[in-house]
Protein backbone atom coordinates (compact mmCIF):
# COMPACT_ATOMS: atom_id res chain seq x y z
CA UNK A 1 0.00 0.00 0.00
CA UNK A 2 1.04 3.32 -1.18
CA UNK A 3 0.01 6.85 0.11
CA UNK A 4 0.89 9.78 -1.47
CA UNK A 5 0.54 12.93 1.31
CA UNK A 6 1.36 16.55 1.06
CA UNK A 7 -0.59 19.70 3.25
CA UNK A 8 -0.39 23.40 3.11
CA UNK A 9 -1.07 24.30 -0.38
CA UNK A 10 -2.37 28.30 0.18
CA UNK A 11 -3.90 29.05 -2.90
CA UNK A 12 -0.16 28.33 -5.23
CA UNK A 13 -1.52 26.53 -8.12
CA UNK A 14 1.55 26.47 -9.49
CA UNK A 15 3.13 24.81 -6.35
CA UNK A 16 0.50 22.19 -6.56
CA UNK A 17 0.63 21.36 -10.28
CA UNK A 18 4.49 20.58 -9.78
CA UNK A 19 3.74 18.33 -6.94
CA UNK A 20 1.49 16.58 -8.93
CA UNK A 21 3.16 16.55 -11.90
CA UNK A 22 6.08 14.83 -10.33
CA UNK A 23 4.02 12.62 -8.10
CA UNK A 24 2.71 11.03 -11.41
CA UNK A 25 6.18 10.18 -12.77
CA UNK A 26 6.85 8.09 -8.86
CA UNK A 27 5.38 4.42 -8.94
CA UNK A 28 1.55 4.42 -8.48
CA UNK A 29 0.21 5.10 -5.17
CA UNK A 30 -3.46 3.65 -3.97
CA UNK A 31 -4.35 7.15 -2.34
CA UNK A 32 -3.65 11.12 -2.08
CA UNK A 33 -3.83 12.54 0.81
CA UNK A 34 -4.11 16.46 1.74
CA UNK A 35 -3.76 17.83 5.59
CA UNK A 36 -5.68 21.11 4.36
CA UNK A 37 -4.96 24.73 4.50
CA UNK A 38 -6.28 24.88 0.45
CA UNK A 39 -6.19 28.46 -0.42
CA UNK A 40 -5.48 31.27 1.99
CA UNK A 41 -2.85 33.68 0.97
CA UNK A 42 -1.80 32.31 -2.17
CA UNK A 43 -3.50 34.04 -5.68
CA UNK A 44 -5.21 31.51 -6.97
CA UNK A 45 -7.65 30.40 -4.54
CA UNK A 46 -10.56 29.17 -6.96
CA UNK A 47 -8.28 27.36 -9.54
CA UNK A 48 -6.63 25.56 -6.09
CA UNK A 49 -10.37 24.50 -4.87
CA UNK A 50 -11.22 23.14 -8.88
CA UNK A 51 -8.07 21.00 -9.03
CA UNK A 52 -8.83 19.77 -5.82
CA UNK A 53 -12.39 18.73 -6.53
CA UNK A 54 -11.25 16.95 -9.36
CA UNK A 55 -8.27 15.08 -8.12
CA UNK A 56 -10.51 12.37 -6.04
CA UNK A 57 -8.11 12.61 -2.88
CA UNK A 58 -9.25 12.83 0.77
CA UNK A 59 -8.69 16.12 2.03
CA UNK A 60 -8.85 17.05 5.84
CA UNK A 61 -9.64 20.82 7.03
CA UNK A 62 -6.66 23.38 8.03
CA UNK A 63 -7.17 26.42 10.07
CA UNK A 64 -7.07 28.66 7.30
CA UNK A 65 -9.79 26.93 5.69
CA UNK A 66 -11.96 27.68 8.46
CA UNK A 67 -11.14 31.25 8.78
CA UNK A 68 -11.87 31.70 5.03
CA UNK A 69 -15.46 30.21 5.55
CA UNK A 70 -15.84 32.60 8.30
CA UNK A 71 -14.42 35.53 7.05
CA UNK A 72 -15.73 39.45 7.67
CA UNK A 73 -15.15 42.62 7.14
CA UNK A 74 -14.25 43.20 10.42
CA UNK A 75 -13.00 46.28 11.67
CA UNK A 76 -9.38 46.32 12.30
CA UNK A 77 -8.76 48.94 15.52
CA UNK A 78 -7.09 46.37 18.50
CA UNK A 79 -5.27 44.12 15.82
CA UNK A 80 -2.14 43.32 15.73
CA UNK A 81 -0.77 43.94 11.85
CA UNK A 82 -0.48 40.21 11.53
CA UNK A 83 -3.53 39.86 12.76
CA UNK A 84 -5.00 42.33 10.31
CA UNK A 85 -2.68 40.63 7.17
CA UNK A 86 -4.99 37.33 8.17
CA UNK A 87 -8.54 38.89 7.97
CA UNK A 88 -7.70 40.57 4.93
CA UNK A 89 -5.88 37.31 3.37
CA UNK A 90 -8.58 35.10 4.49
CA UNK A 91 -11.36 37.99 3.10
CA UNK A 92 -9.75 38.31 -0.10
CA UNK A 93 -9.99 34.44 -0.54
CA UNK A 94 -13.69 34.38 0.39
CA UNK A 95 -14.33 37.06 -2.17
CA UNK A 96 -12.48 34.97 -5.01
CA UNK A 97 -14.17 31.83 -4.52
CA UNK A 98 -17.71 30.40 -5.48
CA UNK A 99 -20.50 29.80 -2.74
CA UNK A 100 -20.00 26.20 -3.78
CA UNK A 101 -16.72 26.55 -2.93
CA UNK A 102 -17.36 27.57 0.50
CA UNK A 103 -19.57 24.78 0.81
CA UNK A 104 -16.95 22.44 -0.04
CA UNK A 105 -14.33 24.10 2.46
CA UNK A 106 -17.40 24.30 5.59
CA UNK A 107 -17.73 19.82 4.75
CA UNK A 108 -13.83 19.11 4.69
CA UNK A 109 -13.41 16.49 7.30
CA UNK A 110 -11.73 16.92 10.83
CA UNK A 111 -9.67 14.08 9.95
CA UNK A 112 -9.05 10.67 8.10
CA UNK A 113 -7.25 7.93 8.99
CA UNK A 114 -6.69 4.06 7.11
CA UNK A 115 -6.24 1.33 9.21
CA UNK A 116 -4.77 -1.41 7.10
CA UNK A 117 -4.89 -5.28 8.44
CA UNK A 118 -1.43 -5.66 7.91
CA UNK A 119 -0.38 -2.51 10.04
CA UNK A 120 -0.61 0.20 12.23
CA UNK A 121 -3.18 3.37 11.80
CA UNK A 122 -2.49 5.95 9.82
CA UNK A 123 -3.93 9.41 10.93
CA UNK A 124 -3.78 12.25 8.95
CA UNK A 125 -4.67 15.66 10.95
CA UNK A 126 -4.11 19.70 9.95
CA UNK A 127 -1.76 20.49 12.91
CA UNK A 128 -2.71 17.55 16.10
CA UNK A 129 -5.04 15.08 16.69
CA UNK A 130 -7.24 17.70 19.14
CA UNK A 131 -7.22 21.19 17.07
CA UNK A 132 -6.66 22.15 14.03
CA UNK A 133 -4.52 25.33 15.21
CA UNK A 134 -2.18 24.04 17.82
CA UNK A 135 1.18 24.53 16.78
CA UNK A 136 4.14 21.84 17.35
CA UNK A 137 7.23 23.20 15.90
CA UNK A 138 10.16 20.90 15.05
CA UNK A 139 12.41 21.62 17.68
CA UNK A 140 10.16 21.41 20.68
CA UNK A 141 10.68 18.72 23.65
CA UNK A 142 9.05 15.47 23.76
CA UNK A 143 6.37 16.64 26.20
CA UNK A 144 5.40 19.08 24.12
CA UNK A 145 4.08 15.53 22.17
CA UNK A 146 2.75 13.92 25.13
CA UNK A 147 -1.17 15.03 24.94
CA UNK A 148 -1.18 14.50 21.13
CA UNK A 149 0.32 11.39 20.77
CA UNK A 150 -2.11 9.77 23.96
CA UNK A 151 -4.90 10.95 22.47
CA UNK A 152 -4.52 8.58 19.71
CA UNK A 153 -2.69 4.68 18.92
CA UNK A 154 -2.82 5.77 15.28
CA UNK A 155 1.47 4.27 14.38
CA UNK A 156 1.78 7.40 12.18
CA UNK A 157 0.43 10.73 12.54
CA UNK A 158 0.60 12.94 9.72
CA UNK A 159 0.18 16.86 10.06
CA UNK A 160 0.97 20.09 8.67
CA UNK A 161 0.42 23.44 10.07
CA UNK A 162 3.93 25.09 10.49
CA UNK A 163 4.96 24.96 7.38
CA UNK A 164 8.15 23.00 8.21
CA UNK A 165 9.24 19.13 6.95
CA UNK A 166 10.17 17.32 9.71
CA UNK A 167 9.69 13.81 11.73
CA UNK A 168 9.77 12.92 15.18
CA UNK A 169 10.20 9.14 16.37
CA UNK A 170 8.33 8.36 19.95
CA UNK A 171 9.06 4.53 19.74
CA UNK A 172 7.40 2.58 17.27
CA UNK A 173 5.33 5.89 16.67
CA UNK A 174 6.17 8.29 14.38
CA UNK A 175 5.20 12.33 13.99
CA UNK A 176 5.82 13.13 10.40
CA UNK A 177 5.14 16.77 9.54
CA UNK A 178 4.93 17.36 5.88
CA UNK A 179 5.60 20.92 5.13
CA UNK A 180 3.56 23.07 3.17
CA UNK A 181 3.89 22.81 -0.70
CA UNK A 182 2.75 26.59 -1.60
CA UNK A 183 4.29 28.26 1.18
CA UNK A 184 7.39 26.78 2.98
CA UNK A 185 8.81 27.71 6.12
CA UNK A 186 11.90 25.62 6.15
CA UNK A 187 14.62 27.04 4.13
CA UNK A 188 13.92 25.50 1.22
CA UNK A 189 11.32 27.04 -1.11
CA UNK A 190 10.66 23.64 -3.47
CA UNK A 191 7.48 22.28 -2.88
CA UNK A 192 7.25 18.87 -0.25
CA UNK A 193 5.26 15.81 -0.48
CA UNK A 194 5.62 12.29 0.81
CA UNK A 195 5.05 9.05 -0.36
CA UNK A 196 4.67 6.48 2.79
CA UNK A 197 4.23 2.41 2.23
CA UNK A 198 3.52 0.18 4.40
CA UNK A 199 5.74 -2.93 4.20
CA UNK A 200 6.19 -5.98 6.34
CA UNK A 201 3.73 -4.44 8.37
CA UNK A 202 5.98 -1.04 8.69
CA UNK A 203 5.03 2.01 7.63
CA UNK A 204 8.26 3.90 5.34
CA UNK A 205 8.58 7.03 4.16
CA UNK A 206 10.09 9.30 1.39
CA UNK A 207 10.52 12.95 1.22
CA UNK A 208 10.42 14.51 -2.32
CA UNK A 209 10.66 18.15 -2.98
CA UNK A 210 10.14 19.54 -6.67
CA UNK A 211 11.24 23.06 -7.61
CA UNK A 212 8.99 25.10 -9.09
CA UNK A 213 8.63 28.85 -10.75
CA UNK A 214 8.92 30.94 -7.77
CA UNK A 215 9.30 34.18 -9.83
CA UNK A 216 6.20 33.85 -11.60
CA UNK A 217 4.12 32.83 -8.86
CA UNK A 218 5.15 36.18 -7.39
CA UNK A 219 4.07 38.16 -10.72
CA UNK A 220 0.83 36.39 -10.19
CA UNK A 221 0.45 37.74 -6.47
CA UNK A 222 0.86 41.36 -7.65
CA UNK A 223 -1.25 40.78 -10.81
CA UNK A 224 -4.19 39.63 -8.58
CA UNK A 225 -4.19 42.33 -6.51
CA UNK A 226 -3.44 39.61 -3.15
CA UNK A 227 -3.62 42.20 -0.31
CA UNK A 228 0.24 42.44 1.81
CA UNK A 229 1.93 41.11 -1.51
CA UNK A 230 5.34 42.59 -0.63
CA UNK A 231 5.24 40.28 2.47
CA UNK A 232 3.90 36.80 0.87
CA UNK A 233 6.31 37.80 -2.40
CA UNK A 234 9.41 37.83 0.81
CA UNK A 235 8.05 34.47 2.68
CA UNK A 236 7.75 32.95 -1.33
CA UNK A 237 11.45 33.77 -2.11
CA UNK A 238 13.36 32.96 0.99
CA UNK A 239 11.18 29.85 2.32
CA UNK A 240 11.40 31.99 5.78
CA UNK A 241 8.24 33.12 7.75
CA UNK A 242 10.56 36.03 9.39
Not at 40 to 68: K, Q, S
Not at 203 to 208: D, L
Request: with cysteine.
Amino acid sequence: MRIAMFSDIHGNLAALETVLGDLAQQKPVDQIAIGGDLVFGGPRPREVVARLRGLGAVIVRGNTDEMVVEASSRAKDGLSDSQARMDDWAWWAKGMVSPEDLQYLRQLPFCWSLRPDDGGELLLVHATPQSTSETIRPAAEDEAYSEALASTRAAVIACGHVHHAFHRSFGDRLWLNLGSVGLPFDGDNRAPYTILELALGKWHFERHRVAYDVEAVVSDIFAQGLPHAHNRARILRSARFH
